[in-house]
């Protein structure tokens, strides 16, 4: 896998979205994960247009923030492979609690992650069979169990893919 990095430098620009999803997938992308919420309308719409005009084509947008299925839905196919979930129905209920608890974590950094449910994945698309579902609670165990170590900086993630 060769990993390409862009930046939109916005959240609201779906035209933008667009125009860096089809240098992407001119270039031979196949999948783009996109974390740039109504920018990333223009992601979908570009891989939209390309599979309409070639159903044949293997394209794929990994959404972000909540189930985006709906979004890649073109005729018979869905260009969502998956998306990214953020649960923040939990952190708001966590917060919640202990406000009513007088425990209200003012000025504080909390982060909400695969330990607090803080994020998930999206299986609406008939792409994600249950072996693949499995295969990825493996991971999110290995991860919660300390035997993998997400990388956090660039850095850190290359020396990750050295290690391999």
Do not use: C
């Not at 783009?32 to 247009?49: L, M, P, Q, R, W």
């Amino acid at each position: 896998i060769e990993v390409q990095v862009q930046y939109a430098e916005s959240f609201g620009e779906p035209s933008k979205g667009k125009m860096i999803a089809a240098d992407m997938y001119n270039s031979g992308v196949d999948v783009i994960y996109h974390a740039s919420g109504g920018t990333g309308n223009g992601v979908f719409n570009e891989a939209k247009d390309l599979k309409n005009a070639d159903p044949d084509r293997q394209i794929w947008v990994i959404g972000v923030d909540r189930d985006q299925h709906d979004e890649g839905q073109i005729g018979d196919h869905n260009v969502t492979l998956t998306s990214m979930i953020k649960r923040v129905d939990v952190a708001v209920k966590t917060v919640a609690e202990q406000a009513s608890e007088g425990n209200f974590p003012a000025g504080e950094q909390i982060e909400f992650g695969l330990e607090e449910d803080g994020i998930g994945f999206a299986t609406t698309n008939e792409a994600m069979t249950d072996d693949i579902i499995e295969e990825v609670k493996v991971w999110e165990e290995k991860i919660l169990n300390g035997e993998i170590e997400v990388p956090f900086t660039r850095e850190a993630v290359e020396e990750y893919i050295d290690s391999l």
